[in-house]
């Protein structure tokens, strides 16, 4: 199989990989929610377990994917379940990576009964901030534990996407950040499927986003020498 040609240099690594996008509920049957199909998370949690790793994978929603194999797979639907989840399973992790989506805020209170339309015009949705996961995680970092976290970015006016990213690696405190390159447009079209590692010992290197796995073997490859040195 192709398991067997993987180096098993992750053996006796403990990993935990959060994947997919967290939906936060209006009421019993509504949500805000983000497109994340959970693919990368749940790539990076496969090759994780096919080179050695013992491998927690937290899933929020994902579109249907099939359960990696030898990994333990805990669902979470909100970001705070999410936050419960990924908290409980790095107590003792050696890596950690935040590759889910995760909702920034959330509506302020759920109904406990389906909201219902009536003749004025509907209330306003009033939203409160979500904990930032990545930030807690960097916060409570035991020693030896590599933290990893993902973005996406667009350049802008006043910055470009490696502008972004490299503030936003500073501002996370992670060990890694893994940057996606997302156009809005034509004039960006070039920087699809683009990407860099950045890490915060100041190394910068782009990466292949072609393929879901051969994304995830360049993170694994990075964490790998990160942890040697
Ligand atoms: N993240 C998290 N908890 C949140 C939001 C994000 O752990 N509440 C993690 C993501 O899983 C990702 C990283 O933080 O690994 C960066 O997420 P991103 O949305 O790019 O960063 P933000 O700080 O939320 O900044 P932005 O304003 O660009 O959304
Ligand atoms: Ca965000």
């Known amino acids: 199989s192709r398991a067997d040609a993987l180096p098993r240099d992750l053996e006796g690594l403990r990993v935990v990989v959060s994947a997919g996008g967290t939906r936060e509920p209006l009421d019993p049957v509504r949500y805000l ?78 109904a406990d009964h389906k909201i219902k339309k009536t003749d004025r015009d509907p209330d306003p949705v009033t939203l409160v901030r979500n904990p930032d996961i990545l930030a807690e995680l960097v916060a409570k970092r035991r020693d030896g534990q590599t933290i990893v976290g993902f973005a996406a970015e667009t350049g802008d006016s006043g910055a470009d996407v490696l502008d972004h990213a490299r503030a936003k690696l500073k501002r996370k405190g992670c060990d890694l950040l893994v940057v996606n390159a997302v156009g809005e447009g034509k004039a960006f079209e070039v920087e699809e499927n683009s990407g860099w590692l950045l890490s915060a ?5 782009p990466i292949t986003l072609g393929s879901k796995s051969q994304m995830a073997t360049e993170v694994w490859d990075a964490i790998h020498t990160l942890r040697d040195r």
């Open 33 to 110: 929610g983000n497109r994340s199909s959970g693919k990368q998370g749940y790539a990076l949690a496969r090759t994780a377990a096919q080179r050695g790793a013992d491998v927690t994978l937290v899933a929020a929603h994902t579109v249907a994917l099939p359960d990696p194999t030898g990994v333990r797979l805990v669902h979470a639907g909100t970001a705070e379940q999410l936050r419960d989840a990924v908290h409980e399973a790095s107590a003792d992790a050696d890596v950690v990576v935040m590759a889910a989506a995760v909702a920034d805020f959330r509506p302020a209170s759920k």
């Open 201 to 205: 010992t100041g190394d910068e290197r």
